[in-house]
DNA sequence: GTAATTGCAAAAATTTTGCCTCATA
DNA sequence: TATGAGGCAAAATTTTTGCAATTAC
């Protein structure tokens, strides 16, 4: 466990928002200045591999990183791309058993998306500006 | 609707793999040589606005494509990391709702993994080995 | 005929890797 | 001191984009 190692799991420890390694990058750099991107993926890497954080494929086309390794839901803006925590929990069942396709089922992911809180305000700012307009038509 | 949209369309339509976009290259090259990347990439973008296909982030660093548009489950093996679709239906409810994240939630995606049928066969041949092996010590 | 789309190539974005140096146990 | 990890930079991978030429309607 180096100092650098360290940093990141905190830092990852300290936000819900589920960062890029990039922006991991950019938290860790506060505190270790000369750390460089390639130290934060072969961390990230690592801690993920060791099950201390999670990696997560639901922002297109690249990684997010998640300090909590416990299973659990995920909710994800189509707007703007923020991934929050989901505090329900919703329960799928038909776990462990094999499944019609010859696969022994390990777990499973769900993730809800839909409009965070921000953007369905825009949403309504947006309308109420477009309802002014067709009113001075 | 040019061609090239169309043999990508027809050649998603083929398998139920989940190609990347590359995989969707080389399937479509062989109808069309002198089709481009950025053609396909153009297409599969397209074609995932207007709901044609799906775009799928569950993989790692690159996306995939489903030529089934509809909402169902899939399965990936956390060994070679084939994805497939799954033929039961577990349901999940509470999507009509808004969450206690203050998002209207709009719908969900929900993915199994664990091993499929090849990389399980591959394991008992080296369990097989292995024992082989240890009594021969 | 006009607007949209393609092919090509360059650029951008993200992730991985090699290699030498430095830190840790 | 030896092993493993870090820093830096180059390379690899995946996706996006600009632009001239072509195609679809």
Redesign the interface.
Known sequence: MTKQRKVILEELHKVTSHPTADMVYEMVRKRLPHISLGTVYRNLEDLADQGEIR?L???????RFDGNPEEHTH?R??VCGRV?????A?T????DSI???????????????????EC?KKDEIMKAKEKKRKSKD
Not at 57 to 63: K, P
Not at 92 to 95: A, E, K, W
Not at 101 to 114: M, P, R
Request: charged letters at 25%; one cysteine or more.
């Open positions: 990696k494929s639901i922002d297109g086309t690249r990684m909710i803006c189509i929050d925590d989901i505090h329900f919703p799928v069942s038909m776990q499944s019609d396709n010859g696969y022994k089922i390990l777990g499973h992911k769900l993730e809800f998306y839909g409009k965070c809180s369905r």
